[in-house]
């Protein structure tokens, strides 16, 4: 890495991780508590990211890497990078472009069903067969920001270290049970060959989700009714109930059409999400 290359470095991630705003982050203070001060420390993105303090400290130094491609990519989501910061991270650490990040395809999607997920004032969503994500509204957003970087639900949840700052008691309410419905649907649809690229990913990204899906013996079939707590994004360390309605469109049971709620949202109650 040339000493421009790293200069640059050491002068934008600083930046980067000093103006994100620490209350956006779902479950970070509850993890670190408040600071006065705005941003996040080198420590919390390395958390973020998934990797060690010393390793993305030397990213910022600027000291050389080598640094992969998908180490970067966890970087630039994490601090929130616009498309011009993010190419500047990757032609800085790298070298390299970075590829195009994926976009939910709501193309081949009745119309009607995607302005009804749009209209929704609750968090909604549709996911399909392999969890790619295939539309969300604006709530849904609030509640998750990761959805705006197009990553598939079940790779998210099982792997990237935020979910398990987010996600309250992550491994018996959410990992489990998740991973048992990815099992299932593996088993069931054999040759679909995203679903096994899904499965493939989660096994070789992280040795954790690799043993749940390996050795747990739950069964779950889908999410309908079942009640789960989680942080939210501007609400500190307050955990919030959420209980999920699942639903599929009889023209294409594929799909997956989720509410979430707050759990006590009703009667009279209003969606901290929304």
Same mark, same amino acid.
């Given at each position: 890495?040339?000493?421009?290359?790293?200069?640059?470095?050491?002068?934008?991630?600083?930046?980067?991780?000093?103006?994100?705003?620490?209350?956006?982050?779902p479950g970070l203070t509850a993890r670190y508590g408040r600071r006065r001060r705005q941003g996040l420390t080198q420590e919390?993105?390395?958390?973020? *990211?998934?990797?060690?303090?010393?390793?993305?400290?030397?990213?910022?130094?600027?000291?050389?890497?080598?640094?992969?491609?998908?180490?970067l990519e966890r970087?630039?989501?994490v601090l929130q990078l616009g498309e011009s910061e993010r190419h500047a991270l990757f032609f800085y650490g790298a070298g390299k472009e970075p590829a195009s990040r994926p976009r939910p395809d709501a193309s081949s999607l009745d119309p009607y069903v995607a302005d009804y997920v749009r209209q929704q004032e609750l968090p909604t969503y549709i996911s399909n067969l392999a969890w790619d994500l295939v539309i969300y509204n604006r709530a849904a957003l609030a509640q998750f920001p990761w959805m705006a970087y197009g990553l598939n639900i079940m790779i998210w949840v099982?792997?990237?270290?935020?979910a398990r700052m987010q996600l309250i008691d992550w491994e018996n309410t959410w990992a489990r049970p998740m991973a048992a419905q990815l099992r299932m649907a593996a088993r069931k649809h054999t040759g679909h060959q995203r679903l096994a690229e899904v499965v493939r990913e989660i096994r070789e990204r992280d040795e954790v989700?690799?043993?749940?899906?390996?050795?747990?013996v739950m069964s779950y079939s889908h999410p309908d009714g079942s009640r789960r707590f989680l942080y939210l994004p501007d609400h500190h360390e307050q955990a919030f109930e959420v *209980?999920?309605?699942?639903?599929?469109?009889?023209?294409?049971?594929?799909?997956?059409?989720? *509410?979430?709620?707050?759990?006590?949202?009703?009667?009279?109650? *209003?969606?901290?999400?929304?």
């Open positions: 890495m040339s000493d421009s290359k790293s200069k640059e470095l050491n002068r934008l991630l600083p930046a980067w991780r000093k103006r994100l705003p620490r209350d956006e982050v919390e993105v390395a958390d973020l *990211v998934g990797t060690s303090s010393r390793w993305y400290g030397k990213l910022e130094s600027g000291a050389p890497g080598p640094y992969s491609l998908d180490f970087v630039s989501r099982l792997t990237y270290p935020e989700a690799r043993q749940i899906l390996d050795a747990d *209980v999920w309605l699942a639903f599929s469109p009889l023209r294409d049971p594929t799909l997956r059409l989720i *509410v979430s709620m707050c759990a006590d949202s009703v009667p009279g109650g *209003v969606e901290p999400a929304a």
